[in-house]
């Protein structure tokens, strides 16, 4: 029962980053990933803040502030560089190398430190290979696509290690703190790219929209971080991609491959074994 709390918690953050990519994949089509990312950002930001003044939250440490700061930093510019990736039409082969990575890594990490059993061992390797089939395509190898997606599953590697760090303070400001390095340094690299380019009142909207779910998404995981192992935490998240293919099968109504269906299926049996004692 320990566990339940945060594997709750990372089903809110699945739900929350899976919507949160697909409205971002619809909007990036038309408007530059980092001014995309900036304008999202800049929405989480926005909410977050009136949120936790609304709720009198209280301020965390500057500890935790510091490590925010630091998590904002990589995530921000992992979440554009994953939008460059969207706009390109090669998310099917970046999505696995990004899911393994961001929570390879970090599971890894906690795992040398804390050890693990071999049932969320087994847990571990059939989400991997779920995220990898669900987000799999038939494309030729694309060193570019290749490299974005190893700088963007390494950057969300790194956030989600620096939150880690942050410890226990409020996950609410801890995600301002975040937000605010991640607004910075995506609107800083648009800036001085001179890609600013042209948004229109649709895709501002939606990013912004991206941006509230994303950070209700962070939020959540932030809280589970906080309350559980970050081994589970980072590979039960990464199932996100599960939620924007199904959106995509809704809504863009985009074809479920045999392989992307076997995806699902060992997605759903990792679950319990991942949140298993």
């Given amino acids: 029962m320990s566990n339940a709390a945060p594997i709750g918690l990372c089903l809110c953050t ?35 803040i009136l949120v936790a003044g609304a709720l009198h939250v209280p301020f965390p440490s500057r500890h935790a502030l510091l490590w925010a ?7 921000g510019l992992a979440l554009a560089i994953l939008y460059g990736s969207l ?10 190398v990004v899911a393994v990575l961001s929570s390879g890594i ?49 950057g969300f ?46 895709s501002g909207f939606w990013a912004a929209t991206a941006g509230l779910l994303d950070t209700t998404g962070s939020v959540a995981f932030v809280r589970a971080s906080q309350s559980g192992r970050l081994d589970t935490v980072v590979v039960v998240s990464s199932l996100y991609p599960v ?12 074809k479920l491959t045999r392989w992307k269906a076997v995806g699902v299926c060992a997605t759903i049996v990792a679950l319990p074994l991942v949140a298993g004692q």
């Fill in 157 to 202: 590697a790194a956030y989600s290690l620096s939150i880690k760090q942050a410890g226990t303070g409020s996950a609410m400001w801890i995600e301002v703190h975040s937000r605010v390095a991640a607004f910075l340094v995506t609107a800083l690299v648009a800036l001085c790219g001179q890609k600013i380019g042209h948004l229109d009142q649709r």
């Fill in 243 to 254: 939620v924007t293919v199904l959106l995509a099968l809704i809504f863009l109504r985009e």
């Fill in 14 to 48: 699945i739900l929350s980053w899976g919507s949160s990519n697909f409205l971002g994949g619809y909007a990036s089509r038309r408007a530059n990933p980092f001014v995309l990312s900036a304008v999202s950002h800049l929405a989480a930001l926005a909410f977050m």
């Fill in 106 to 154: 970090p599971a890894i990490v906690t795992m040398v430190r804390e050890g693990s059993r071999a049932t969320r061992l087994i847990g571990f390797a059939l989400a991997i290979l779920g995220v990898s089939l669900i987000s799999c395509t038939e494309d030729k190898t694309d060193k570019k696509a290749i490299t974005l997606a190893v700088l963007a599953g390494c």
């Fill in 87 to 96: 706009s390109s039409g090669r998310m099917g082969l970046a999505a696995p």
């Fill in 69 to 75: 700061f630091g998590a904002g930093l990589a995530g």
